[in-house]
């Protein structure tokens, strides 16, 4: 079974003899198509539009944005920089507890002393 049925095979010929042409410009811009790939996209979306056999959008570049967004490397990168936070913070705390420890140490020795 063929994916693409005739009105897409037209519409997509027609964006390439477009672009080939250099009078194929891109939706909200408005500039130059110069590339093939977005060429091919253009007529296909315009088939889409006309009613064409043309399969959906493949779901693989939103799931991969998807993927990215949830463990990226942004997210390697705030994890990292929560790991480090935490870090200092237990350590600014354990030197807050030291120090409070020896103010009581040399205040109890100050007093024994007098």
């Known amino acids: 079974m063929a994916k693409y049925g005739k009105k897409a095979q037209s519409k997509v010929k027609k964006a390439m003899h477009e672009r080939k ?12 198509v110069t590339s093939r790939k977005q ?4 007529g296909l979306s315009e088939a889409r539009r006309a009613g064409g056999k043309v399969p959906k959008k493949s779901a693989k570049k939103s799931s991969r944005k998807a993927a990215k967004k949830s463990s990226g490397k942004t997210a390697k990168k705030s994890s990292r920089k929560t790991a480090k936070k935490s870090a200092r913070k237990s350590s600014k705390k354990s030197a807050t507890k030291s120090s409070k420890s020896t103010r009581k140490s ?3 020795s100050s007093k024994s002393s007098d």
Do not use: E, N, V
């Not at 042409?21 to 130059?32: E, I, P, V, Y």
């Not at 060429?39 to 253009?42: H, N, P, R, V």
């Open 21 to 32: 042409a250099g009078t194929l410009r891109s939706g909200k811009s408005g500039k130059k």
């Open 106 to 108: 040399t205040k109890r």
């Open 39 to 42: 060429a091919i996209a253009i």
